[in-house]
């Protein structure tokens, strides 16, 4: 007999509800997260059984679990999943079948499931991604505490590094006690971090070196060790897209569109994306911006795309255009197994210096 389940997983406990190949209920059952719990009850089912599950924030170990077992985890779009089951109430045992039941009728909103492994790795650039983000914020804390006394430097462009950190050192001295107490230890906070970053990118480079696909996506305008990481754990398998724009789509690097009345609007960047790629496209976008005028990057298709859509509509919508063209590239690159090329009709010939870049 064939079986659908459906899985409503909380902190402490999951609710799964069993349909048999008909659609009818067989019975409802509270899993309580032990180890080895879920795996235990689904071990009872044949081979390959469909379980939908939520994509709640805990659900990496309920698949392992479900794996496990034997049976198929099927990661569900929470959102879609609701209005589709259409339950006025909400209760933990309507969440199991209406799961169950979009199962059956084979109408489940599922989302890409990553394998074990790269479920694993995408850890590496996700940690470095928030420790980065708390270096900054502790480095506006001190630059912060500095301002309140007048303690600026003209001299260096950056004071945690090289001659301005021994000037920060100096600076923290002129401070009231109870500040330069406060100040003294987000520096020693600041140096830890740093020094687990360091360990990061380490071992980020060290996986990045032996992967074809990364060494492909590093050929990319913009794109090094750290973001070929986030771009191809996040995309996983590229076979899952059949079209370039649908990973720009996914990406999240398409501006929202509103048609009506043969007119057409184009807003922001979509927000419902995979928010770890669209942050890897942009920032390489932003790399490529940064060095827009310099001689070696005045010829490159990245740099006129940005040039060329900057003068019409501003920065921010070049920068979010050239994040576009990156993600459609991506998808070529992997798709091929070829490095990057920019269209040979579109690359500009070298140019004398100007004045004016």
């Not at 006025?88 to 909103?109: E, F, I, Y």
Request: charged fraction near 25%.
């Amino acid at each position: 007999m064939d079986y659908r389940v459906g899985c409503d997983a909380h902190k402490h406990f999951s609710q799964f509800a069993v349909l048999d190949q008909a659609g009818r209920l067989l019975g409802q059952h509270r899993i309580d997260h032990d180890p080895g719990a879920i795996r235990g009850f689904l071990e009872k089912f044949p081979g390959g059984t469909p379980v939908a599950l939520e994509s709640v924030g805990n659900w990496y170990w309920i698949a392992d679990e479900i794996e496990a077992a034997g049976c198929r985890p099927l990661l569900t779009h929470a959102a879609k999943a609701k209005v589709m089951m259409g339950n006025v109430n909400k209760t933990d045992k309507l969440g199991a079948r209406g799961l169950a039941q979009l199962l059956h009728l084979g109408s489940l909103p599922s989302v890409w499931l990553p394998p074990a492994e790269v479920r694993d790795e995408r850890e590496l650039p996700r940690t470095r991604m928030a420790f980065a983000a708390w270096r900054t914020a502790v480095k506006n804390r001190i630059h912060a505490s500095l301002a309140k006394y007048a303690l600026i430097t003209r001299d260096h462009s950056d004071i945690f590094a090289g001659g301005g950190r021994a000037w920060l050192e100096q600076a923290v001295t002129q401070l009231p006690a109870e500040t330069r107490r406060c100040v003294t230890q987000e520096l020693g906070l600041l140096d830890t971090l740093q020094e687990h970053i360091r360990q990061l990118e380490k071992r980020i480079r060290q996986r990045t070196d032996h992967t074809p696909g990364l060494q492909l996506l590093k050929t990319l305008p913009g794109v090094g060790d750290i973001l070929a990481l986030v771009i191809d754990r996040e995309i996983g398998s590229i076979d899952r897209f059949g079209t370039p724009g649908q990973l720009a789509s996914y990406a999240g690097v398409v501006p929202q569109v509103r048609s009506s009345a043969g007119k057409t609007h184009f807003g922001h960047l979509r927000k419902p994306a995979c928010q770890y790629l669209k942050w890897a496209f942009i920032e390489a976008a932003n790399v490529i911006v940064l060095h827009h005028r310099h001689p070696a990057w005045r010829t490159k298709y990245v740099t006129q795309i940005y040039r060329r859509v900057a003068r019409r509509k501003g920065h921010a919508i070049a920068v979010g255009a050239v994040a576009h063209h990156l993600a459609e590239a991506a998808f070529w690159v992997l798709k091929r197994a070829e490095p990057y090329r920019p269209p040979a009709s579109q690359q500009a010939s070298p140019k004398p210096a100007s004045g004016r870049a």
